[in-house]
């Protein structure tokens, strides 16, 4: 199928907010939210659990726990029990949390209390440099992105144990500088960065299915799936590609030519509710996007000139009750002393107003509370080839 590339809206149009109806300006107008006493470090990775949204610290080694409801401070796992080292990711699956370790191990916790059910390491894993990680029924999927000398690949792991499922990996893959996945029925998409492509991989047997490259595709950098497409953002050309997820079919390139995207080296990307929401996280004033999952259509965008959203290195998203959870790695653009090391931006998925950033002018010093349970290693020695 030939690309067909759908024109934004107006190229004269350069704010960072757009409505897609009548092309009128949304207003900003910010919603004060009560804060606890808390900071973060580098956050990476966003997930609801037990009605509460965790945030892995990545240079602090910890995961914060937030009360979403009011922005309250709840507590900070960390400590050597939790085996947290370099968090990359985290995802909920059933009732419990998986983060991924960028140093090469997977922490489980409750979901509801944050106690520690097990840390899952040990070569059988093939953990080399974990990125990113999804649940879906009983496994998770955690993406190592592997190093020079070795190839990128899958770790399929059960739940209910911990124990190893199968390893995805080989040069058929063609994983080349995995950076992304997302879940789309019993088929896992993976985006390679430096291989200007993404695979397809049946969850069940570890099979690949097909590898869709070039057709557009430059630097993919994040991927999702929304309205039974495929959703990658193209970090070298300022664009978003949409795939059937289907057949791989390349559907539509969406790129920021005329401006009405707000495109700049857009990476992270998550579907939700008929909408997809792009980050691009660098630049002078990084942006958030939000276009629809049925056209392609941009609705808004947003950047630091239109409130105090605080955007600075852009590194995650969570979406629960109409709201849209965005982290920055960095807090170089807050004005709150707390925030010089990340932040959180809270805002409306329905015309992108401000919700809230955390942490608050209001912060009192920072408090970090370390938890000490018994910790349990999985050590299975369970492979199966795909």
Request: charged share 10%; glycine share 12%.
């Amino acid at each position: 199928m030939t690309p067909r590339r759908r024109r934004s809206i107006a190229a004269w149009l350069r704010f960072c907010v757009i409505a897609a109806t009548g092309l009128s300006v949304i207003p900003i107008q910010a919603a004060s939210a009560a804060s606890g006493a808390f900071e973060f470090d580098s956050p990476s990775g966003l997930a609801f659990g037990g009605g509460h949204l965790w945030v892995t610290n990545e240079a602090g080694n910890s995961v914060s726990e937030i009360n979403p409801s009011n922005g309250s401070w709840i507590a900070t796992l960390s400590g050597n029990n939790y085996g947290f080292n370099h968090p990359t990711a985290i995802v909920r699956s059933g009732l419990n949390l998986f983060i991924a370790n960028g140093a090469g191990s997977v922490s489980e916790i409750r979901a509801d209390t944050g106690a520690l059910v097990r840390v899952i390491a040990g070569p059988q894993f093939h953990f080399v440099n974990p990125v990113a990680i999804e649940g879906t029924g009983r496994s998770v999927l955690v993406l190592n992105a592997g190093r020079s000398n070795e190839a990128g690949s899958i770790t399929v792991i059960d739940t209910r144990t911990g124990s190893l499922l199968r390893t995805v990996s080989g040069s058929r893959f063609s994983f080349a500088d995995p950076v992304a996945l997302a879940v789309s029925g019993p088929d896992v998409f993976v985006a390679n960065k430096s291989g200007n492509s993404v695979t397809e991989v049946s969850i069940a047997q570890g099979r690949l299915l097909r590898v869709v490259a070039e057709q557009g595709l430059n630097a993919p950098d994040g991927i999702a799936v929304g309205a039974g497409h495929v959703w990658v953002a193209d970090r070298g050309s300022n664009a978003v590609t949409e795939l059937a997820a289907t057949t791989g079919a390349v559907i539509g390139t969406y790129t920021d030519s005329d401006g009405s995207y707000g495109f700049g080296s857009p990476s992270t990307v998550i579907g939700s509710g008929g909408n997809i929401f792009v980050a691009s996280p660098f630049g002078t004033s990084p942006m958030v996007t939000k276009l629809s999952a049925l056209n392609g259509r941009p609705s808004w965008y947003m950047c630091n000139t239109n409130g105090p959203y605080y955007f600075s290195r852009l590194s995650a998203f969570a979406v629960s009750s109409g709201q849209l959870w965005v982290a920055s790695q960095s807090g170089a653009n807050s004005a709150t002393p707390s925030a010089r090391t990340g932040s959180l931006t809270e805002l409306s998925t329905g015309n992108g107003a401000l919700i809230t950033t955390l942490p608050t002018t209001t912060n009192s010093s920072p408090t970090t509370t370390s938890t000490t349970t018994t910790s349990t290693t999985t050590t299975s020695t369970t492979t199966t080839s795909p």
